[in-house]
């Protein structure tokens, strides 16, 4: 019976779990989930994952890197936080979605269509540029991400919204240019170097 035992708690610290606890943001956290369901039951898009994040933690303490690294599920995660409220012991679920996506897309091994990793990119390039968004290329890149085609038809159904963001001055057709942004963008991407110098170096090691 102790080999068995031996052999099972082996199993439970597999090397995807080292892993994922190594370079998934909060990663070690995910050997803390009970298996409730809570989180998935919190979501307002729960119907739609392929794995639910209480599945997403089982298969990586089962090891099963490719499948978790591939699915689309971690990219569903809108940050609304409900599972991290709801969670009986407070996992950081938001936080371990978001670091295995990023983890993935580092890898290359995150599905190539996925319209929420589209919106993640899209959302990354146009803040890292000024350290602020700018709403109106930010839209413009969303509505014409599927092509010309697609973009216009967005654009018209969305022209009410258009206008209104105008209106309150949420969004400014001038700032198609340029936009406002932070006073030290130079010092902004000197921090977003180091970052993925440190993250790159993290890599190399494994």
Same mark, same amino acid.
């Given at each position: 019976?102790?080999?068995?035992?031996?052999?099972?708690?082996?199993?439970?610290?597999?090397?995807?779990?080292?892993?994922?606890?190594?370079? =998934?943001?909060?990663?070690?956290?995910?050997? +803390? @989930?009970?298996? /409730?369901?809570? !989180?998935?039951?919190? *979501? $307002?898009? #729960?119907?739609?994952?392929?794995?639910?994040?209480?599945?997403?933690?089982?298969?990586?303490?089962?090891?099963?890197?490719?499948? =978790?690294?591939?699915?689309?599920?971690?990219? +569903? @995660?809108?940050? /609304?936080?409900? !599972?991290?409220?709801? *969670? $009986?012991? #407070?996992?950081?679920?938001?936080?371990?979605?978001?670091?295995?996506?990023?983890y993935a897309n580092k890898l290359g091994l995150a599905p190539k269509n996925q319209p929420t990793k589209k919106f993640s990119k899209i959302f990354w390039d146009n803040i890292?540029?000024?350290?602020?968004?700018?709403?109106?290329?930010?839209?413009?890149?969303?509505?014409?991400?599927?092509?010309?085609?697609?973009?216009?038809?967005?654009?018209?159904?969305?022209?009410?919204?258009?206008?209104?963001?105008?209106?309150?001055?949420?969004?400014?057709?001038?700032?198609?240019?340029?936009?406002?942004?932070?006073?030290?963008?130079?010092?902004?991407?000197?921090?977003?170097?180091?970052?993925?110098?440190?993250?790159?170096?993290?890599?190399?090691?494994?």
């Open positions: 019976m102790a080999n068995t035992n031996t052999v099972m708690i082996e199993k439970y610290r597999n090397n995807f779990l080292k892993e994922v606890e190594a370079n =998934v943001e909060e990663g070690e956290w995910v050997k +803390m @989930c009970m298996q /409730c369901g809570v !989180c998935s039951g919190s *979501c $307002p898009l #729960g119907p739609h994952w392929d794995h639910p994040p209480q599945e997403l933690f089982m298969m990586i303490r089962a090891g099963k890197r490719e499948a =978790v690294l591939s699915s689309s599920s971690m990219w +569903m @995660c809108t940050s /609304c936080y409900n !599972c991290v409220v709801r *969670c $009986p012991r #407070g996992l950081p679920i938001t936080h371990i979605m978001h670091g295995l996506a990023s890292t540029k000024t350290g602020r968004a700018n709403e109106l290329k930010m839209g413009l890149s969303l509505y014409f991400m599927d092509g010309m085609g697609s973009g216009v038809k967005n654009a018209m159904a969305n022209q009410k919204l258009g206008m209104a963001m105008m209106k309150t001055k949420r969004m400014n057709p001038m700032e198609i240019t340029g936009g406002h942004g932070i006073k030290d963008t130079g010092g902004l991407q000197a921090i977003l170097k180091k970052a993925r110098e440190i993250e790159d170096a993290k890599l190399k090691k494994q």
